[in-house]
Every structure is written in structure tokens, then in C-alpha cells.
């Protein structure tokens, strides 16, 4: 491809789907016995980069979401993709958009600070949610289907209830995402990934931490792990109180236990963001980063804090996903290649 | 203490050819010594043109604002929308400033030939090419020195910054022109009386001073005394007028407009002080050194940008002080259109632009052209120099005349250079 790769969804069947700046979304779908593998395009209704891939369940169909402000869905039975519709979605970006687990609704969010909510067999808007007060960087859907989450620059995370089209919580302020620089007078920030356990218990925020130099990208990519069941977030009074009982934890730590949050970072990790990040099946966490530190996969256990490994990456990457059984991690690249992982026990 | 010489000589003065045809002249009365120079007040005139420069610190993006080359595979994500100029197109990033390119023309050919941040500050600022063996005066102490009219009681070369480089050095031309910086905005430093001192005290005390200086230099008078003479000359009048740098005396309408943050406010305070006449106000506003996410932050940078710069254009139109005062807005150097692996754009002297209007400069225009991509420029290459020259040139000083100083001429501008004509006529 010509530029670095864009962000990518899979389906079971193998089909991977991903961009690269001015060239369309493109479908990747594997040879079977070693034969090559088949590459089209989704031409259409886009007029700018496409940062986000839906993939609906089913066979029905792909999203993509641009920086045009676009939702442009695809209709990718046959064996070119064509192009059903575009809609004018959000003012500005449109940073993501994720398919509700049985394919019936989509969520999307961006730069005019609102999530929206779609049919999305016919593209009617249901919902438009706000209360972020900066521009939305992620969403995706709780598995159960029950509540849509997204995160904004500044960390802030909130629940919506998709049935009512309402704000159900503000779940955390991950404010381990975001740094106001004030060298370069400039945020940086906001979850670059996100992502749900299979129970839906733990929800991953992957971005950059530990900032330094906002306009260098130095910083550590980090994955801010949130449980689901977190307590009802803490006024500081509460948080003093609790740290005077707990005087033997780490700081780490009692902060974890007060709010239900914590970092995941590599061991030795050089500078980058985590651009990528999902739940394996057999119960670990992916995190795909790049940057400074060049590109790395790095997998962590839910109970750990530290990567318990670590696999070097060719170039940056800007994107990942993860086959549905597990068996294979596509990850899109700054040097313009999608790479393919398979992950063996 | 060591110093330029400043003050010393009726060398210290314009040459007379520096001068366009036609305008008038008058003594600098802000400066005692050069008021007391005999044949200055011939040599200097009365200026009633203003420079306004907005300092885009870091490096912003051509790409992402003055000459967008959307498709294109160094174009990046935005794309480029219509202007109040038909046929030019700009960034979507500033849609205000689209409506207000009718009153400004873009420079798409700036090939500075450098990626040194602070080498770029000190070209752009004082046309020249740096480094050299040579300080040179800032424009902001050029306009100072050749505009500042009679008996004006401000001084003529203020910045207003939150962040990016201080005041640019007035060099030869000495510390009365240098740069008074108002940092954050606020009041320039040592303008205000201190407590539990009455105002009488204060004119008694300075009176004292005053004899003790006239006493002093009408045996020992040198650069440096009449300097610091200055300084103090300089303090008092800023005692008593020191609302003038208070930003919150302009309305609530005008905040709303301008915005609460602190590039609007800087924007507005600039609009305050060139209507009471300052000579050259420069606002820095930063940052925009995107190697990492360019075009993330340069939403944001931009983004905060536009609409108050589309506000100040807007209402020195409407005030009338456009056709007197030559704004323009400028950076170090451009950005690299090949993006990183970061998504970071890096630094790029070789095809950039900036953005010049006002003081009767050819408005709606754009001057040059790079090539598809953006990575060189294929017409009307120019530089630091030509634009310093035009910018003096656009105000009514001869910039290819020189300063005479202690027994030495100094050219004005760089005199291998020349202004852009096609914006002067």
C-alpha cells in the first residue's frame, strides 16, 4: 500500500479488512491451500482518509467511517464489494464506529464530541449522545450488547444505554490517557483502542501515558484496564480515606482498588502508543503498539500489570485485529504492509 | 555595560534615500538622544503605518493550511474548501479565514533552505540568513525605528506572546527599539508604581533623576546612558497609561468573539494596541512542531487559530486600519510533506508558505506555486529576505536604503534581495 495502514476488522471466514490514507478500504481475503489471496477495494462515498471498519455479523455487510464526517456502508457478499450508502454522520471525523454484537446497531463518534447511534440495515440515525466536552476518540459495545462505552481526548468514560439512547454512567476518568502539554500548549491524549473481555468484565483503554514531549510522541504506550463493576467513582474525601486504611499497598495498587482501574505497561517498552488492543480467547490481553520504541505486540494477563511477552514488530503499527477463534492477529503498518500473525500455543 | 551604540552620533540615523517619495518626516521624539540628533527629524518621518505579525511557532503545516494538496499521497486526511476568493481553495482547518482571503494574499514559494528552529526565528524575523557574523535588527525594531510617529508615548515594538521566542534583537539600532514583551498578555513588566510610593513622590524622584542625567550627559553622554535614560523616560509614560495593555476593558461581545482562550485574548489585545497606534505588534501563538499526530494537533492548533485571526483581519477592515497595517503570518519554516511513520510531519524549509495582506499589499492573490506534491516549489522562489523587503516596502520604508551608524552604513534589508512586486503594485 501506498502510506502507513489504517485500522482493520476480520470476520470468521477469514476476509480482513483495512485502509491506507487515500487509497480505499480494502478487503483482504486469503487463498485457500496457499494460493494468493484475493485483494478488492471498497470503492466510494468517501473524500478523505477512513480511520474505522465495521464488520456486521452475518455477511451483512461493512462500515467505514471517515475523516470526511462519513459513514459509507458496503455491501460485500459478492466478490466485488459495492457500495450501498453514504450518510453526512458527524461535523468533523468521524474517529470510530462499532457494530452491536448481533449486527443491528451501530455506534460512532468523533470530532463534533457526540456518539450517534444507527440502524444499521437502513442507516437511520436513533440517537445522537452527548456529554463529552472534547473530541470522542472510541466506542464499542459491552458483548451482552447491553451498553455502548466511549472515551473522549481527556480520558473521560462513559456508559450509554443504547435501548434509551441515555447516558447511564460515567464509568472513569482515565486520566493516565491524557496530558495537557504545556510546552507545546496542546492536549494530547484519549484512547487510541478499546476494546471487551468476552464476559464483558474488563473494558481496555490503549493510548499513551507518561508523557514528556507531546509533539515527539514521547511517552509509553499503556493499556488503562477498567473493571465493569467498578465502584461508583470516588470523591477525593473517599479516596484520602481509603488510602489511610490501605497504608501497606502500593499506590499503584490502592488506586486500582478505589477505582477499579489500572495501567498495563511492557516491560521496558520504548515510546509509542498502544494502537491497537484485544481479549484473546484463551483469557490474555493483545496490545499492539507503535512509535518511537518502533512496533511491538505484547500480551498481558488479566491479573498482571506487566506483559508476560513480547514479539518485535517490523515497523509501526497503526491498527490490529484479532480473528474471531484467536488463531491469527493482522496488524497494519506504517511501512505500508498488513502483516499476519499466527498465535500458537 | 556592553551595548550597541545607540544615540551616539547624527550618524545615528535613516539616510535620507532610505525614504520613499512623499512622506513626511519628523523628529522620533520618543527617544531623548535621537530627538537632541541634529538632521534626524529630517531623516525620520512620522509614521502612520503599522506591522502585525502573527508568529505560528514550531513550524504549522502548509499542507494543512495555506496550500493543501488533498489526494495526493503527502496531502494528508483534510481537504481543501473555497475561499472569498474564487478559485482559491484552502484547508477546511480554517474556514474562517476563508472568508477573509479577499483581504490577504498566500506566498506558496518560501524555500528558506533551512530546518533549524531557531535559525528559521531569526531569518524570518530579521530577513536575513543566519548564522552570520552580524546581529541584525528584528523588524519589529526596524518598523519601530522608521515608523514611530512624533511624540509617541508607547513602545513601538511589542510582543505578546504565551510562548515560542522573546522579542526580536533591534541589534545596532539599540535597546529603545528592541522588543517590550507582554508575557501571557499581561502588562510589559515594571509598569506599574510600587505600592506605598504616591505619585508625587514618584514625579519628585524622577525630576531628580532627570538633573542628575542632564548633568551627567552633558559631560559623559554615551549610548548606553542615553539607553537607560530611555528605559526610565519610557516607565513613567507607561505608568500612566497602562490600561492600554488591559484586555479585559474591551467588551463582553468582543471576548465572545475573539474567545476566552489565550491565543483570542492575545488577538484581541493586539487589535487594542494597533488602534492606539503601535507601530509593530507581533502575536506569537504556539505550538505546531508536529512530529508526532500533525494532523491531530494541527486540529487543534488550528483550530484555535482561525476564528480569532478571521476576527482581527475582519475588524481592522472594518475599523479602517487594514489599509495601514500590513499583517502577515508566518512560521520558522513549513512541514515536511512526506509523513512519518508517526503520523508527524517534520521540518521543511524547501516549498512552504506564508500569508501577507493589508497596507495596500495586493489582496486575494498568491504568489508561486509548488509542484503536485508539494515538495518543491516551480514558481517564484523566495525567502526570508524578499519577504522582509516587501513588508518594509508595503509600509512605506525604502528597504533598500541603510542606516548610518557610528560612522557606519547599514543596509535596512539585505541588499542581494528585493521586494515581491507583484504584491506592492
Known amino acids: 500500500m501506498a502510506g502507513p495502514c489504517l485500522p482493520c476488522g476480520t470476520r470468521p471466514l477469514g476476509a480482513i479488512y483495512f485502509s491506507a490514507e487515500n487509497t480505499p478500504p480494502q478487503r483482504l481475503v486469503p487463498g485457500a491451500d496457499g494460493a494468493e489471496a484475493t485483494v478488492s477495494p471498497l470503492e466510494g462515498g468517501h473524500d478523505s482518509w477512513v480511520k474505522s471498519i465495521a464488520v456486521l455479523p452475518d455477511g451483512r455487510g461493512v462500515v467505514t467511517a471517515g475523516y470526511d464526517g462519513r459513514l459509507v456502508w458496503f455491501d460485500d457478499a459478492g466478490k466485488t464489494p459495492q457500495m450501498v450508502r453514504a450518510i453526512e454522520a458527524h461535523d468533523g471525523w468521524v474517529r470510530s464506529v462499532a457494530a452491536s454484537p448481533d449486527g443491528r446497531l451501530l455506534a460512532s463518534c468523533g470530532n463534533d464530541r457526540l456518539v450517534r447511534l444507527w440502524d444499521a440495515a437502513d442507516g437511520r440515525e436513533l440517537a445522537v449522545l452527548s456529554g463529552h466536552e472534547s473530541h470522542v476518540y472510541e466506542v464499542a459495545w459491552r458483548p451482552d450488547g447491553s451498553a455502548v462505552v466511549s472515551c473522549d481526548l481527556k480520558g473521560v468514560v462513559k456508559e450509554w444505554d443504547p435501548s434509551a439512547g441515555v447516558l447511564r454512567r460515567d464509568i472513569a476518568t482515565a486520566d493516565a490517557l491524557w496530558k495537557y502539554d504545556p510546552t507545546f500548549r496542546a492536549d494530547i491524549g484519549g484512547a487510541r483502542s478499546i476494546g471487551f473481555n468476552t464476559a464483558g468484565s474488563q473494558l481496555a483503554l490503549g493510548g499513551i501515558t507518561k508523557v514528556t514531549n507531546a509533539f515527539a510522541g514521547i511517552g509509553k504506550p499503556v493499556i488503562v484496564l477498567v473493571d465493569w463493576e467498578q465502584p461508583a467513582l470516588p470523591d477525593k474525601a473517599d479516596q484520602a480515606a481509603d488510602a489511610a486504611a490501605s497504608q501497606d499497598a502500593s499506590p499503584e495498587a490502592k488506586a486500582a482498588e478505589a477505582t477499579g482501574v489500572r495501567q498495563l505497561l511492557g516491560k521496558g517498552a520504548g515510546d509509542g502508543v498502544c494502537w491497537g488492543v484485544a481479549w484473546h480467547p484463551e483469557g490474555f490481553w493483545i496490545g499492539q503498539a507503535g512509535g518511537g520504541g518502533g512496533g511491538w505486540l505484547r500480551f498481558f494477563r488479566p491479573d498482571a500489570t506487566e506483559d508476560f511477552h513480547a514479539m518485535k514488530l517490523p515497523a509501526n503499527g497503526r491498527g490490529m485485529a484479532l480473528s474471531p477463534d484467536g488463531t491469527g492477529v493482522a496488524v497494519a503498518m506504517a511501512d505500508g504492509f498488513l502483516r499476519v500473525y499466527g498465535l500458537h500455543g | 555595560m556592553a551595548s550597541n551604540p545607540a544615540c551616539r552620533s547624527a550618524d545615528h540615523a535613516l539616510s535620507r534615500r532610505s525614504l520613499l517619495g512623499g512622506l513626511g518626516v519628523g523628529a522620533l521624539g520618543m527617544c531623548g538622544g535621537l530627538a537632541a540628533t541634529p538632521g534626524l527629524a529630517e531623516a525620520v518621518k512620522s509614521g502612520s503605518k503599522r506591522v502585525l505579525v502573527v508568529f505560528l511557532h514550531g513550524g504549522v503545516s502548509q499542507l494543512e493550511s495555506w496550500d493543501p494538496k488533498p489526494g495526493t499521497d503527502t496531502g494528508g486526511p483534510f481537504r481543501a474548501i473555497p475561499t472569498s476568493v474564487p478559485g482559491t481553495h484552502i484547508s477546511e482547518l480554517l474556514p474562517h479565514t476563508a472568508t477573509q482571503m479577499h483581504r490577504l494574499s498566500i506566498i506558496r514559494s518560501l524555500d528558506t533552505k533551512n530546518g533549524d528552529h531557531g535559525r528559521g526565528q531569526r531569518e524570518m524575523i530579521s530577513g536575513r540568513d543566519q548564522p552570520a557574523p552580524f546581529d541584525y535588527p528584528s523588524l519589529g525594531a526596524v518598523v519601530a525605528k522608521t515608523s514611530t510617529p512624533t511624540g509617541f508615548s508607547l513602545p513601538g515594538h511589542i510582543l505578546i506572546r504565551g510562548a515560542g521566542t522573546g522579542p526580536g534583537s533591534a541589534a545596532y539600532l539599540g535597546p529603545q527599539f528592541a522588543g517590550v514583551a507582554m508575557n501571557d498578555g499581561k502588562p510589559p513588566e515594571y509598569t506599574a508604581r510600587p505600592e506605598g510610593l504616591t505619585g508625587e513622590a514618584d514625579r519628585r524622584r524622577a525630576a531628580l533623576r532627570s538633573r542628575f542625567n542632564d548633568r551627567f550627559a552633558g559631560r559623559r553622554r554615551t549610548a548606553d546612558t542615553d539607553a537607560y535614560t530611555f528605559s526610565y523616560d519610557q516607565a513613567l509614560d507607561l505608568l500612566d497609561q497602562r490600561e492600554v495593555f488591559d484586555v479585559t476593558k474591551e467588551s463582553v461581545r468582543d471576548h465572545d468573539r475573539y474567545g476566552s482562550h489565550e491565543f483570542g485574548q492575545h488577538c484581541l489585545l493586539a487589535r487594542r494596541l ?45 475599523r479602517g486600519l487594514m489599509e495601514d497595517t500590513l499583517v502577515c503570518v508566518m512560521s520558522e519554516f513549513g512541514r515536511t ?39 518543491a516549489v516551480e514558481d517564484r522562489a523566495v525567502d526570508h529576505g524578499h519577504v522582509f523587503h516587501t513588508i518594509l516596502q508595503a509600509i512605506g520604508v525604502d528597504s533598500l536604503g541603510e542606516f548610518h551608524v557610528a560612522g557606519r552604513d547599514h543596509p535596512i534589508a539585505d541588499p542581494a534581495k528585493g521586494p515581491i512586486d507583484e504584491l506592492l503594485a
Open chain 2, 274 to 318: 494597533l488602534e492606539r497606534g503601535v507601530p509593530f505588534v507581533q502575536v506569537n501563538h504556539s505550538n505546531y512542531d508536529t512530529h508526532f499526530e500533525n494532523f491531530d494537533f494541527h486540529i487543534e492548533q488550528l483550530g484555535e487559530f482561525d476564528r480569532p485571526f478571521a476576527t482581527l483581519v475582519n475588524d481592522l477592515t472594518e
Open chain 2, 337 to 375: 510533506p512526506r509523513i512519518n511513520d508517526r503520523y508527524g510531519r517534520d521540518h521543511w524549509g524547501t516549498s512552504w508558505s506564508i500569508v501577507m495582506g493589508g497596507a495596500g499589499v495586493q489582496s486575494g492573490g498568491i504568489i508561486g506555486r509548488t509542484n503536485a506534491d508539494g515538495t
